[in-house]
Each structure stands twice: as C-alpha cells, then as structure tokens.
C-alpha cells in the first residue's frame, strides 16, 4: 500500500543554517505530494505541495521538488528562523478508495538563535 | 482562503461530562471532514471521515458509540465524546476537504481535552 518515510528527527540547527527533510514514498501511480507543518499547540497547516513529477512547491522560504525518478519530496530552506520551529509532515493523499491521508511520523525542527 | 475554525480550543471538565467541539470551512465547502486524535509526540490517528448528510465512517478500534460525529452541513461537521473519562483527554483536530482525494485537507487548530 502507500506509504511515506520520512527522515526521523529531532533536527537541532542554529538560526540561518541550511535545512533538509528528506520524505520519500511509495504509491501507485503519481500522486500530489504535500508537506503540513504543526506549530506547538496547534493544528497543521499546509505548508506546500506539488501536483506532479518535476513540479516544485514553494512557501515561507521551503521548497520541496516532486522527483519521480527517486519517489521523493524533500523539504529544504536555504535559512532558517527561530520562528521555524515546528514539527514537518509529508504526505500523499489517500488512494484506492481509501480517505486516509497518508503522513510520515513527522520530524521535529528546533533552530536556535 | 481555505480557513477552518475549530471551536473550543481547550476544555477541561469532569469525568463524565460530555464534550461538543466544533468544526467549521469558512470560505469553502467541505465535502468531506475529517477527525484525528494526536498524541503526545505522535502523529495523527484519523478517527473517522464524515460526507455531508451521511453517516461519518470510524476508523478500526474507534467506538463510534463513544465519539459521535455529526456533519450536517458542507460547512459544519461537530465531535462529541459521550460520557468522557481521563483516558479520552487528548488532542482532537478537524480537517475538511473540498473535492477529491488528491485535494489538500485544510486543518482546524485543535481541541485540547483535558478530562479531571
């Protein structure tokens, strides 16, 4: 079935580093690709996506490029903030009459100032 | 766009009580609404999937007796945990969804429950 496996954290960096996630997955076909980010205390937010191979999403800084040809999607931001901090999930959207949103285990990012 | 509110963002009652927590789309129509349960340092549990004016679908191991869902319009669906114990104290978050699968669920910001 689908799946997603996603690089496991935590991840410490110090304010301004290079930062990247890495998700790679396993589906039929070519899905959309999504990456959600959870701020403490709250829900998740959509943070990119990317609707087919070679699409790159963008958002806050974050990139991540749809690449078949490894089924992966990872996430990178050239400079991260405090403000950053947060717990990551990539996702693929359900498939085979299922409803299930597929998420990684999260990865949680601290960056120090 | 694509907001949803979720409503309260935090309980806390006796053991017991019952809870309603809402879910609403603000400015889109939610086709399908959905229910998770987070853990602590976990990542989500979808609980069930909920259509407009249908029965809401659980998830293996949730009792659908205990967790009513209720989604009455393409902008409301509401949880109620019946009869709550310490054990349901938790983090619950809607999501709602406009369109098909390969559509982003948009999230509400959570329900902290926290049962005494």
């Known amino acids: 079935g689908n799946s997603v496996t996603q690089m496991e954290g935590p991840v410490t960096l110090s304010e301004e580093a290079f930062l990247t996630i890495n998700c790679t997955y396993t589906a039929t076909g070519y899905p959309s690709l999504f990456w959600y980010v959870q701020y403490p205390g709250e829900g998740l937010q959509l943070l990119l996506k990317?609707?087919?191979?070679?699409d790159k999403g963008s958002n806050k800084g974050f990139e991540a490029t749809y690449r078949k040809e490894t089924t992966s999607f990872h996430l990178e931001k050239g400079s991260v903030q405090v403000s950053d901090s947060a717990v990551y999930f990539c996702?693929?959207?359900?498939?085979?009459?299922?409803?299930?949103?597929?998420f990684g285990k999260g990865t949680k990012l601290t960056v120090n100032p | 766009g694509a907001v949803v509110s979720q409503h309260p963002s935090r309980v806390i009652c006796k053991s017991g009580t019952s809870v309603k927590i809402e879910c609403r789309s603000l400015d889109f129509q939610a086709t399908t609404m959905f229910w998770y349960r987070q853990f602590p340092k976990q990542s989500l549990m979808l609980m069930a999937t909920s259509n407009e004016g249908s029965k809401a679908t659980y998830e293996q191991g949730v009792e659908k007796d205990k967790f009513l869902i209720n989604h009455a319009s393409l902008t409301l669906s509401t949880l109620t945990v019946t009869s709550a114990h310490p054990e349901d104290s938790s983090f619950y978050i809607c999501?709602?969804?406009?369109?098909?699968?390969?559509?982003?669920?948009?999230f509400g910001d959570g329900t902290r429950l926290s049962i005494l």
């Open positions: 999501s709602a969804r406009e369109g098909s699968g390969h559509q982003p669920q948009h």
């Open positions: 990317a609707t087919k191979a070679d």
């Open positions: 996702a693929l959207p359900p498939q085979g009459g299922s409803e299930k949103l597929v």
